[in-house]
């Protein structure tokens, strides 16, 4: 994992994300749509209908269309490859529809870095074998790959916050060192950033002779975020300029930048992992497993389980390595670990899951560690929002319309369950959170000002502005807390930004009963 709580969040690593190497070739992730104004954007490669039904929109369409999913329930092992999310799939993406004349403002994207080599080595195993230089001639590949590399050379002429100076641009390791992104981690984002580019250039969002003013990139001091961050902007933007640029540093996985301190945030994590633990313990499959493992290996089983194993063999799933083997002295293999070891390790993840939502604890550690990102991103919407209502020049930060955070998924977990998707997959590698924020044509100052003359009180508030989010692809704004009243089928899909600036900064804290962050962390003062 990323951050200090790896125990924890291993725990939560890879829910609903295993299958066997060989089914992972020809498996994809399909996306659910929640809003279809028009055809998503499809990489051209054959759906596989086992895996889902779709009716898909002929041309032009307002018609709202959604998949029928399989009913089928999915074993232990049966979707790791939605995890790995390979470059390979098929993928759709619903970014950039909105109801006909909508203008769209700006957008706010949080992604998990791309795929990584494992942050940890299973004693007395050989590493997995993978390169971590980057080859247009190896696959995965992009077109842009090459020219990216290039690039990448040219850096010195962005704008750096410290430490990130110091920081690699490229993966450049023959043998991976330990969590280094992978080409397979690049190419991802290369992708995500290309997708995103073409179903915004309609609505011509970054326009080609972009301002610094007008982009915000924020990546945390590793080395696999920041790299993820630039191919995504390279795939991106529509002129990647380095003098244009700046990367902003962010101390803390939860971007919390300055509000980071918050005990009751910390109380309900430690909580949280005495959950996690209890339910660990109580599950005597699992401890015989692990046993069985470490004997294996000829090792403790406190050191296997230090060792995080779930880590590499995720690892070995995603490139389609054969699990790992004791290696002897005498350059011999020995016994191996098996996926029937793995399928025990993974029910208890799901069992995990199951746990977590009906307990709750994590949901609460959740909205407090992601409120500081959600606020600052609520504090800029409203901002873009006002100056988009006037016809007054933006003041200072309304000419930002695009923001890039390259997190991890110790980020991205506790982002979805703020927000209410509970029920959303685990973050994949490469997974991507958006925040649209859009203008209703009626919201126009002049409307407004019509809109007054006719006795209507004017929405200053919000411009007639209203946000869509989506997680993957998919437009989940109808399952956010915030947006669960609004129709799935109305001709007004989209969430009013108000009811995303209330839930922000008062409904949240209900759930910990609190009227206030401050409140929330510290208790009643005064």
Not at 31 to 56: G, K, Q, S
Not at 226 to 238: D, R, V
Not at 426 to 440: C, G, I, N, Y
Not at 508 to 525: K, P, R
């Amino acid at each position: 994992m990323d951050c200090s709580v790896c125990d924890w969040a291993s725990s939560l690593w890879a829910v609903d994300k295993m299958l066997s190497a060989v089914a992972a070739r020809f498996l994809f992730s399909l996306i659910m749509v929640n809003l279809i104004p028009i055809t998503p954007l499809v990489e051209e490669r054959p759906l596989h209908a086992a895996d889902v039904a779709f009716r898909v929109p002929q041309g032009k369409t307002r018609k709202r269309v959604f998949p029928v999913p399989r009913t089928e329930k999915p074993n232990p092992i049966s979707e790791v490859y939605g995890y790995c999310n390979t470059p390979s799939h098929t993928e759709q993406a619903w970014e950039g529809h909105s109801p006909a004349d909508y203008k769209l403002l700006a957008v706010h994207v949080m992604i998990r870095h791309g795929d990584r080599y494992p942050l940890y080595a299973i004693p007395k195993t050989k590493r997995p074998a993978i390169n971590c230089t980057l080859s247009i001639s190896r696959n995965p590949s992009h077109p842009l790959l090459g020219s990216f590399i290039n690039h990448m050379g040219k850096g010195n002429l962005g704008h750096w916050e410290s430490p990130l100076t110091s920081l690699p641009r490229l993966p450049n390791h023959n043998r991976c060192e330990m969590g280094e992104l992978t080409q397979t981690g690049v190419v991802q984002h290369l992708r995500n950033g290309k997708l995103l580019r073409q179903a915004y250039q309609p609505h011509s969002l970054i326009p080609s002779d972009w301002s610094p003013q007008q982009v915000w990139v924020e990546t945390t001091g590793k080395s696999r975020t920041l790299q993820s961050g630039l191919a995504f902007l390279y795939g991106f933007l529509p002129d990647f300029n380095w003098k244009k640029l700046t990367v902003h540093h962010q101390g803390s996985t939860l971007f919390c930048g300055s509000a980071c301190d918050c005990p009751a945030r910390n109380r309900y994590l430690e909580e949280e992992q005495k959950r996690q633990y209890r339910l660990r313990v109580a599950n005597g499959e699992l401890e015989r497993t692990y046993i069985d493992m470490a004997r294996t290996l000829d090792i403790p089983t406190r050191n296997l389980r230090a060792a995080n194993p779930i880590d590499s063999l995720l690892c070995h799933l995603c490139h389609g390595l054969p699990f790992p083997c004791v290696a002897r002295k005498d350059g011999s293999t020995g016994e191996c670990l098996t996926m029937t070891q793995f399928a025990v390790i993974r029910q208890q993840q799901l069992n995990d899951e199951i746990d977590r939502r009906r307990v709750g604890l994590y949901r609460k550690y959740a909205l407090l560690a992601m409120y500081p990102y959600l606020n600052r991103t609520a504090t800029k919407m409203e901002r873009v929002a006002k100056a988009a209502a006037s016809s007054r020049p933006p003041r200072a930060g309304g000419k930002e319309v695009f923001t890039l955070s390259s997190a991890h998924d110790v980020t991205v977990a506790p982002l979805l369950s703020a927000l209410g998707l509970e029920e959303a997959k685990f973050p994949p590698f490469a997974a991507r959170l958006v925040f649209e924020l859009w203008k209703s044509p009626a919201g126009t100052p002049q409307q407004q000002e019509q809109k007054a003359g006719k006795g209507e009180r004017p929405k200053a508030r919000d411009g007639g502005c209203f946000i869509r989010v989506l997680y993957n692809g998919e437009d989940v704004t109808s399952n956010t807390t915030f947006c669960r009243s609004i129709e799935r089928n109305s001709s007004h899909p989209l969430c009013p930004l108000k009811k995303f600036l209330s839930f922000v900064r008062r409904d949240m804290f209900s759930l910990v009963n609190a009227t206030s962050y401050h409140e929330a962390c510290y208790g009643h003062t005064g």
